[in-house]
């Protein structure tokens, strides 16, 4: 038996043979069986499955699914949302290039778009070989490895890139596991780990494609849970041209931390960076808090694009569902 109380505030909590009773005060009385409690304790804000980091072999050969057989396949479906969850990027094939394939998909494996500050709008980026534009996407150049929009307060957590033209040369999808990145950071250097996770930074971006927009928000590199768990990963230099200058006695140690985390992501050959030629009607989903995401450079002459469709959803939509086919599965 417990029971605290305060002025006409009170919580009582006794067990009867294999139920909890829980009073609250005069508004609030509850019935919680004993076995249903102790399966929730483990289940409580867990994911669907268990994270694996990178490995050469699987940066190379992430989880492949053809899109067609999924639709009308709830448990390729199921494996295809467990996959995302658990290696942070999976590869769609046969999606085809006409028609709303990311929306379908959306439905299919977040229970939807819903009108968020993320869509349910459909991106294409049109990239061409010169311009004036205000983000490198839209050009023929390299993009390095990075997470999308931390110039969101909530970033984008899934993103969909649907490939729909290619560029003649070059122009493949590099992708990298920043999980694992960052953990090999905590090994050799933990004081630097704790410093991208102490200090937020500045991300901004500014433009004028479609509509004019100014966005800004304060993120640390790296976001860990109470537990110490990897939880986000912001990484996007294009979009972070500063830090703040109140942790100017600290700049020196968080550049050189920034730059062994930048040095293990960047570096060159890397056989844990996953590189790949999305031919059109073939799409990548990337868990956007985890895996960066890149492009090489193209050759995009006499008026050649290259054209790749995007959208972003929520894992709170892919795991909703995750969990409703688990149900209907088991
Ligand atoms: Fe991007």
Not at 231 to 244: D, G, T, Y
Request: charged content about 20%.
């Amino acid at each position: 038996m417990l029971a605290i109380s305060k002025g006409n505030l009170f919580l009582r909590c006794e067990c009867q043979r294999q139920t909890l009773l829980r009073r609250f005060s005069a508004v609030q009385r509850n019935r919680f069986q004993t076995a249903w409690l102790r399966h929730e304790k483990h289940h409580l804000f867990s994911p669907l499955a268990e994270k694996k980091l990178w490995t050469e072999e699987s940066a190379q050969n992430p989880p492949e699914y053809d899109f067609q057989a999924m639709k009308s396949n709830d448990r390729q479906i199921h494996d295809a949302i467990l996959s995302l969850e658990k290696h942070g990027l999976i590869l769609l094939r046969n999606c085809g290039t006409e028609g709303n394939f990311v929306l379908e998909l959306a439905n299919l494996m977040a229970a939807g778009p819903y009108p968020s500050v993320f869509g349910p709008a459909v991106a294409p980026v049109i990239s061409m070989q010169s311009g004036h534009y205000s983000d490198f996407i839209y050009t023929a150049n390299e993009i390095l490895l990075h997470t999308d929009l931390p110039v969101y307060r909530n970033v984008p957590p899934v993103l969909v890139m649907h490939s729909i033209e290619t560029a003649d040369w070059g122009g493949e999808s590099l992708a990298l596991d920043g999980f694992l990145a960052a953990e090999q950071l905590r090994q050799a250097d933990p004081s630097a780990f704790n410093l991208l996770c102490e200090i937020p930074i500045p991300f901004r971006g500014t433009g004028n494609e479609y509509v004019d927009f100014y966005l800004e928000a304060w993120h640390p590199i790296i976001r860990t849970g109470k537990l110490g768990q990897l939880v986000q990963l912001c990484f996007n230099n294009s979009r972070a041209p500063r830090i703040a200058l109140k942790h100017k006695d600290r700049l020196g140690d968080w550049y050189k931390a920034f730059y062994r985390l930048a040095h293990q992501i960047q570096r060159e050959s890397n056989p844990l960076t996953f590189k790949r030629l999305l031919t059109p009607g073939s799409a990548i989903v990337v868990d956007n808090h985890r895996v960066l995401h890149g492009r090489s450079q193209m050759r995009l002459d006499n008026g050649k694009r290259r054209v790749l469709n995007t959208i972003y959803f929520d894992w709170d939509g892919v795991r909703a569902k995750g969990r409703t086919l688990e149900k209907k599965l088991s």
